[in-house]
């Protein structure tokens, strides 16, 4: 559709506009803003989902990033339960299911439970979480390879809080 | 004095502590659920902690995780705010045994007082004037019976763990007596697994009157004066005034020296309110103890100039109050209007949604305490109070002006308020000369008064 | 249909901008913006313009009314100088020069100044608008047949207000 | 009373007259340029009209534009605000000739206190100390060396017609008198349109303090007491408090009393401000008075709880003062930092633009007049000031601590602004204890303070 303009084609396109609709419909996005050197397509529907709103009232001083890059830590995460993200395709994150201290070993001699390049499984205990001087024991409840270990042994973690990246098996 | 402090509370009181905090050069650490990521109280405080998904029994309601999150940011004390668990012994408890310091009384205090029976003993203790009725809990129905011919009909029948009208009947007659205490204990039982019942005089058209107290662990014990919150829509308070527009002097200083007895007597360190009903001949009822800061506490503040939340902190840290009672006079009228993201047209529904466009009011007089601001999404989760609009004049009728001109300033658009509610309590006649008792607004109101 | 321009063909094509309306419709969209160099169509659905308060807070509303959305009263207006007004193409309107009252005859007596269906001239007098006991004679300032008359007679006007709707020559 | 006022004015101050207005029951018509056609002034007042193009000689200025707005919307009076035509006489007799009150004096005691060699000697009448100098015009340069050897080195040469700075110059020793003599001729000369200028004598390390007094046509002249206002970068006020930090009870009596005196016998009815300079024995000197009322107004009606431009509108309605000078009390404290749309790190140089997200401080003792909002765009057209930031405390250290509190919470994004000028200021340890003189910024501050 794009060979003849190196612009990415015409954006005025009306049939590449119905299908980016339909996709927003089928996928209730709120909005899409797509631009490659001078072009532009931006299109937004119904109202504002809840996330959105905010970050774009409070560009600067919003922690969260920007809408279109999906955030992790906004992602509804009941306990350990991996949540789909988005920036590294293939790949998610295992998410804390508490506050309180992440370990990565069980004590300060021993290995880490598990390192980057290593498979895991639903039951793999991955790290614990001490609270309240209750040793909590993290299950992955997920299964393929860890690709990155995203929190430091002993730092203070909350709740939705990213602790490993995992590529996702099959 | 301490070095951080955890607020265990959300939205605008959360702020509100968070100012306090920042003013006395301490830390502040705020914790939030998922929904509240992007809310003010989380921006402002100088560290937060996301405790749960949006639901408040898996966040703000959470004990463990709030602990949890005291400890690892190292706090020293943990302000309730109100509401969640602010009155909840038991987290009050786990705070001081985890080593925080509680904000608000002991334990014991606020048992104590969270029990209406207990609470009400205390009271006839301290020759503080009770609602006469039962002495204790209504066993059988003849008892009922005796009760009622002793204090007269109509009588009150209330749950001893009750709360905001819920396991509360009322019998006009004898007849009656039976079928609405059977009804109050099912109520009760369902509502609070507790089916303790009691019975007291019906006091018809009373007045809400409270008095804001705060003691100190030094001994002192200084009232703030009264607030009149008789506007009140099926036991919610919605306008709140000081001092009550109705009470001559006398009446004022022995409800406000009651009060103090009240608290003196329970070995009470922190702030609280003493909460009275008042017939039309000015005689005082003392109804119960709330043992935590108030929604309407800015209306003590501005009549006072005490910074309650502040003094709050300082006595949980062991030091003396900042004023004697002495130095205390009751300078002006202060009105508070609740800004709930309500429907006052629709049986005041709550209209959770997203913020388009809002524009705070300012000028002479106008305080106006809100986490809301443009692009704020107000969440279905939690109570649907969205800020709190506060006057305060040389007189009522230049706070009343100023507060019309304030509702009319302040601009929300996308969601619906109770402003229209507060526009029209504010040229009611009954509001204007100060006669509007607790069910003035459920007998009156109709969403056809609205403009 | 935009081979023939690089630009992605005359922006102001009503057939494109009918469809996308459609699809707006069709599909609830709020928003649709499109730029291509110089080029952008920008269209939003649902809110309120320019002159509701609503609008005014929000980011969207500038002082200046976005291309797609021209509001006469936000026009800048200098003095008598006819200013384009888009929802009826090809017409123009005459504002206001000034605060005051309107006045379509010289006398109660007389005939108005001008007629819907009459031609006029830079140099044609219009109307009088008076001003601090004032009588100001307000010329056209541009040639072509009035087609509404936007003021009441004697009504207060202020600055920039459309007074005439006028079919340009040419 | 009048029925209907027009405000000739924009941003915060149409804003407060409209809230004045409003709780007086008195419909409030706005004016706008087209630049200010979503303004907030412009969807408060109960009618708004447009009177011309952005710039400023072309729509605030306009005196026929504005006449002729009054007169299509029928309104009683017209309130001039501060800076476009509040101290134009011309303007001011025009009104009154149209048969529309003007809300502030007459035109004649505007023209005589706008004049300074006529006020400097309107004040030596009511015996004003003045700051000895030329007692008149300078017309040749012996007079001027005759005089500054009589009132000694440095002397201090001022354009008659002049104002904010513009036509001063200082003369430290004999042999420059002449060239800054000169020089201060030709800058008067191009800013006004007046050489006229006069020597005095140069008081260094002076304290700017004016005194707020307000004034009826039933022969009442009141103080409000005095504002500090030291707090100057190039003669451009930045903070001010009330009252002065650093003034002894018997020289405050004598400032306020000599303030009175000077309004006493101009025949002068409203408000309008006595500013003096101190130097540090405490001797005062009349500098000028401002015929209008001011910025830093709001400092002022928080420690009195006087609302100023109610009390402008009832006197120009003919009415009395609603309160004696017996009644005024100066209770607590009161700051006001100015909120400019200028970046302090860039000399501050002027940054229009749009504001992306605001969030207006709230909580105890904070009042923010502002006109901005979300989404409000700064013209370029108009001076930078997009609001005031006023606390009210019991003490200095109170209120400093809630004004720190109060800048960090307002949160404006998309334009720079003032704010770090403050923090840094009210930091200061010469702020803090109450030492600044008017050349202190100008001396100490550099962006390197900035944080």
Known sequence: ?170 | MFKRVLIANRGEIALRVIRACREMGIESVAVFSEADRESMHVRLADRALCVGPPRGTDSYLKVDQIIAAAEVADVDAIHPGYGFLAENAQFNEACRSSGFEFIGPSPTAMEQLGDKNTARSMAIKQQVPVVPGSDGLIADFDRAGDVAAEIGFPVLIKATAGGGGKGMRVAETPDVLKSQLEAARNEAMAAFGNGGVYLEKFVQQPRHIEVQVIADSHGNVCHLFERDCSVQRRHQKLVEEAPSPDLPPEARDAICQAAVRMIAGASYVGAGTVEFIVDKNYDFYFIEVNARIQVEHPVSELVTGVDLIQEQIRVAAGEPLSFKQGDLVCDGVAIECRINAEDAARNFQPCPGKIQSMFAPGGLGVRFDSHATTGYVVPPYYDSMIGKLIVHRPTRDLAIATMKRALNELQIDGIRTTVPFHHWILNDPAFLDGSVDTKYVDRVFSPDVLG
Not at chain 1, 9 to 26: A, P, T, W
Not at chain 1, 119 to 132: F, L, P, Q, R
Request: aromatic share 4%; proline share 11%; charged share 20%.
């Open chain 1, 1 to 170: 559709m794009s060979s003849d303009s190196p612009q990415g084609g015409d954006v005025f396109d009306i049939d590449r506009i119905r299908q980016i609709v339909e996709l927003m419909e089928q996928h209730e996005l709120s909005e899409v803003d797509l631009q490659q050197a001078d072009d532009r397509i931006r299109l937004t529907r119904g109202v504002a989902v809840p996330v959105a709103p905010v970050a774009q009232a409070v560009p600067v001083a919003a922690p969260a990033p920007p809408p279109s890059t999906p955030q992790p830590t906004a992602a509804p995460a009941p306990a350990a339960e991996a949540t789909a993200s988005g920036d590294i395709p293939g790949t998610i994150t295992i998410n804390s299911p508490m506050v309180g201290t992440f370990y990565s070993k069980p004590n300060p001699e021993s290995p880490s439970f598990v390192d980057v390049g290593q498979s895991i499984h639903n039951d793999t205990v991955v790290c614990i979480i001490e609270a309240m001087k209750v040793f909590n024991e993290i299950p992955a409840e997920c299964s393929g390879k860890v690709v990155e270990v995203l929190a430091k042994d002993q730092q203070a973690v909350d709740f939705g809080m990213p602790l490993f990246r995992v590529q996702v098996d099959g």
